[in-house]
């Protein structure tokens, strides 16, 4: 699981590493480029976290929900 801040944020560098990790560390600086454009567009606030109101509505989109 992504490790969360006190407050129950998931922060960007800890989201980025679980993706890597779940990829198997088989991504390209490419790969690492569109993960962190996809952790930016569900951060809506600009916090470099996001909450679980951000990251449900970003899984939404995604899934087309």
């Known amino acids: 699981l992504v490790r969360r801040s006190n407050d129950g944020l998931i922060l960007k560098q800890a989201f980025n590493h679980w993706l890597i990790?779940?990829?198997?560390?088989?991504?390209?600086?490419?790969?690492?480029?569109?993960?962190m454009a996809l952790f930016d567009s569900f951060d809506r606030t600009g916090a470099s976290a996001v909450d679980v109101v951000e990251l449900a509505s970003g899984l939404s989109v995604l899934c087309k929900g």
Do not use: H, P, Q, R
Request: no cysteine; aromatic share 6%.
């Open 21 to 35: 990790d779940w990829l198997s560390n088989k991504t390209t600086d490419d790969d690492a480029m569109v993960l």
